[in-house]
Antibody
Framework: QLQLQESGPGLVKPSETLSLTCTVS??????????WGWIRQPPGKGLEWIGT???????FYNPSLKSRVTISVDTSKNQFSLKLSSVTAADTALYYC????????????WGQGTLVTVS | QSALTQPASVSGSSGQSITISCTGT?????????VSWYQQHPGKAPKLMIY???KRPSGVSNRFSGSKSGNTASLTISGLQPDDEADYYC???????????FGTGTKVTVL
């Protein structure tokens, strides 16, 4: 059964760069049927799509975050990563990673999420 | 680009049916048959309930069903149960500039 697990610092200072990694287990990230994505949820608020990447490295970003976001993939480690630069308090959120179906666009499964506080 | 519009809350008694709407535009919900729905219990990660408008993943109860008409997608929960009390989010592809939009979210309360 495919599982995803987010990891990274839970506290980031304003103006610095947030860095998270998602480790995929129970299956290979090098599957042409899927993309791999990041989604965030500010405390008490709704979901926001951050971006998606294929195993070959093709990335697509939320236009509102595009200038600050970089998503990369490391197939040798079965991991993909998120970097968000110049963070502010508004970037405080639960950050989720998930697998995205290439055709159906749906997200399944999701990681458990990791809280990142900017302070 | 804006989030897809959902009602903030919907409630119903145990055993009843409720429907949650998800309204977008012809550039997202209305333009593609790739609407998905997610259930999120407090403190938990979202769970896929419906994909490609009306398909149910393995393991999801057939009490959950999805449909779409024009720019509005809908999630219907029939035979409402206490465990259905959660937040629900719709999601749609939105073209090659915006890519993906989530709905504003709906809190379902079982009376």
């Amino acid at each position: 059964q495919l599982q995803l697990q987010e990891s990274g610092p839970g506290l980031v200072k304003p103006s610095e760069t947030l860095s998270l990694t998602c480790t995929v287990s129970g299956g290979s990230i090098s599957n042409n049927n899927y993309y791999w994505g990041w989604i965030r949820q500010p405390p008490g608020k709704g979901l926001e799509w951050i971006g998606t990447i294929s195993y070959s490295g093709s990335a697509f970003y939320n236009p509102s975050l595009k200038s600050r976001v970089t998503i990369s993939v490391d197939t040798s480690k079965n991991q993909f990563s998120l970097k968000l630069s110049s963070v502010t308090a508004a970037d405080t959120a639960l950050y989720y990673c998930a697998r995205r179906d290439r055709v159906g666009i749906y997200l399944d499964p999701w990681g458990q999420g990791t809280l990142v506080t900017v302070s | 680009q804006s989030a897809l519009t959902q009602p903030a809350s919907v409630s119903g008694s145990s055993g009843q049916s409720i429907t949650i709407s998800c309204t977008g535009t012809s550039s997202d919900v209305g333009g593609y048959n790739v609407v998905s729905w997610y259930q999120q219990h407090p403190g938990k990660a979202p769970k896929l309930m419906i994909y490609e408008v009306s398909k149910r993943p393995s393991g999801v109860s057939n009490r959950f069903s999805g449909s779409k008409s024009g720019n509005t997608a809908s999630l219907t929960i029939s035979g409402l149960q206490p465990d259905d009390e959660a937040d629900y989010y719709c999601c749609s592809y939105a073209g090659t500039s915006t890519f993906v939009l989530f709905g504003t979210g709906t809190k379902v309360t079982v009376l």
